[in-house]
């Protein structure tokens, strides 16, 4: 699944409600999810009460005077590092009991950063073409790599409106990419992109873990590449991640564990195992493993950091290399951007323009939050207020939803309950089971093009996730 997806709302997630096995003597949070139809609302008044204990707490500090991410950490520290305060949001996700200030924030939302493994999409369509079945399970594998090259930056994107959307047109041979928010509490996103060579799949709902400076993340969710040509369907489990230094400290995030990719036809898979960072950076980014096939000879072993580069070269049976074999390089992370403020990449970048868009971006589309475009011109004020807005504007959602006697649709995904859970994937009371409907692409052709003059006119403006106006688009 795309591992960006899960570390971009560390910093700061949705309340979640702890089962009772999660309530004992260590700190820790899964932020378990409830089936596809119909959100989970058991236990919200105990967090509810842990929500306003944590606010009590928060507001004795002087966060509105902080004017910057370190001094508002170090605020924060106050009340979530003492022994007494601790034990109290204990089972709790407390990254989640606090009010965020823009400033500790990036100009992306979560579906945003979901599609920022289309950055290479290359690597899929040359899996595709070739003729080896071991070389296109390796490319499938670096192609689920590459996007922890974007995975170092620790800004917090804003969390995704219930029906919110993002997608994505133009990239590479003709690919289409579509994000909804489907559930949102517990968080669940949807994803589907698509081209001639393959399709690709993905339904995130992580969990997390506290451990006080630090937390822990479970990137649960459902992975699933096809590929057009040979029918083949790739699932996928990646490494856990954990960021560091959460509230003292510099924040950096590592990655590791064990990394697989599984051809479910033939039973042939990628085991990487990426190594945890050590005393003075001994290891870090680094990962090394092997293709093999259904009976565990190894084919292919690879190797690489996972910011910066993936290698291939053939092996022996029992993975050790073969004589003369040459080293071929799958990917290469692209160069970033010098001094960026948020430390993004030119891929990130281009998420946040319309250029490449052949029709007007939806309503419900990131690009039109007005709080994201304000935040990207460092306008904070106006961010601040513009988030407030929309917030009230979902507020006013779910009261005539609930008034009308009726439950969100999300619009381009359905409920999938008859969907076969393959090996190796979380069940379906982890990560609900959703599929994308194929209404959007008919939907959109349909609609009118646009004029000249409104590919960077929609930036910020009509943001809107009414289910009124969702269903007449």
């Known amino acids: 699944m795309n591992w960006l997806a899960e570390v971009g709302n560390l910093l700061v997630g949705e309340p979640a409600v702890p089962s009772k096995e999660e309530q004992g003597n ?71 009991l606090m009010s965020v200030p823009l400033f500790i924030m990036e100009p992306f939302s979560m579906l ?28 499938v594998a670096a192609f689920l790599v590459s996007p922890f090259g974007a995975a170092e930056r ?39 992109a698509e081209n001639e060579h393959f399709t690709y799949d993905i339904v995130s709902a992580p969990a997390t873990k506290f451990q006080g400076n630090s937390l822990e993340v479970y990137p649960k969710g459902r992975t699933r590449i096809g590929l057009r ?11 856990q991640a954990k960021v560091h230094n959460l509230v003292l ?6 990655s590791y564990g064990s990394f697989l990719v599984t051809n479910t036809a033939s039973g042939d898979k990628v085991a990487l195992e990426f190594k945890p960072c050590g005393w003075f950076g001994a290891g870090q980014h680094e990962f090394d493993g092997h ?30 290399p073969a004589a003369d ?8 992370c692209a160069a970033k951007p010098e001094e960026d403020h948020y430390g993004c990449t030119h891929f990130a970048w281009h998420l946040n323009s319309t250029k490449y868009l052949s029709r007007p971006p939806l309503a419900s589309d990131s690009r039109r939050r007005a709080d994201r475009q304000a935040l990207q011109e460092r306008k904070m004020t106006e961010a601040a207020a513009a988030k407030q807005a929309i917030d ?28 076969q859970v393959l090996p190796g994937e979380e069940p379906a009371e982890v990560v609900p089971l959703w599929r994308w409907n194929g209404r959007y692409s008919s939907t959109r052709d349909s609609m009118p093009a646009g004029s000249d003059d409104w590919p960077e006119g929609v930036m910020g403006q009509g943001f809107a996730i009414s289910q009124r106006l969702a269903l007449e688009q």
Not at 166 to 178: C, P
Not at 229 to 239: D, K, L, Y
Not at 299 to 309: E, I, L, T, Y
Request: proline share 5%; net charge negative; glycine share 6%.
């Open 26 to 96: 260590s700190i820790q949070v899964f932020a378990t999810s409830s089936s596809s139809e119909k959100c989970s609302e058991e236990g919200t008044e105990g967090a509810a009460a842990l929500v306003n204990s944590a606010e009590d707490d928060l507001a004795s500090l002087n966060l509105g005077c902080t004017d910057s991410r370190d001094g508002y950490l170090a605020e924060v520290s106050k009340v979530l590092l003492q022994p007494s305060k601790v034990s109290k949001y204990m089972g709790m996700d407390v990254t989640s």
């Open 112 to 139: 945003q950063k979901m599609a920022e493994i289309m950055e290479y999409t290359q690597l899929l369509d040359d899996a595709d073409k070739s003729d080896d079945r071991f070389e296109r399970l390796a490319l």
């Open 154 to 192: 620790t800004w917090k994107p804003f969390n995704p409106l219930l029906g919110e959307t993002f997608e994505l047109e133009g990239l590479g041979s003709g690919v289409r990419f579509m994000a909804e928010q489907v559930c949102e509490q517990p968080p669940v996103s949807a994803a589907h």
């Open 229 to 239: 040509r040979s029918g083949e369907v790739f699932s996928h489990v990646p490494p």
């Open 249 to 254: 400290g510099r924040t950096w995030v590592d």
């Open 291 to 320: 293709v093999v096939d259904a009976e565990g000879n190894a084919k292919f072993a690879m190797s690489g950091k996972w910011n910066s580069h993936v290698d291939m070269c053939a092996c022996n049976p029992d993975g050790t």
């Open 325 to 332: 074999a040459p080293l071929r390089r799958l990917w290469t």
């Open 392 to 419: 009230t504007q979902q507020q006013e959602q779910h009261k005539e939803l609930q008034q009308r006697g009726e439950q969100w649709q999300a619009r381009w995904f359905e409920p999938a309950p008859d969907m």
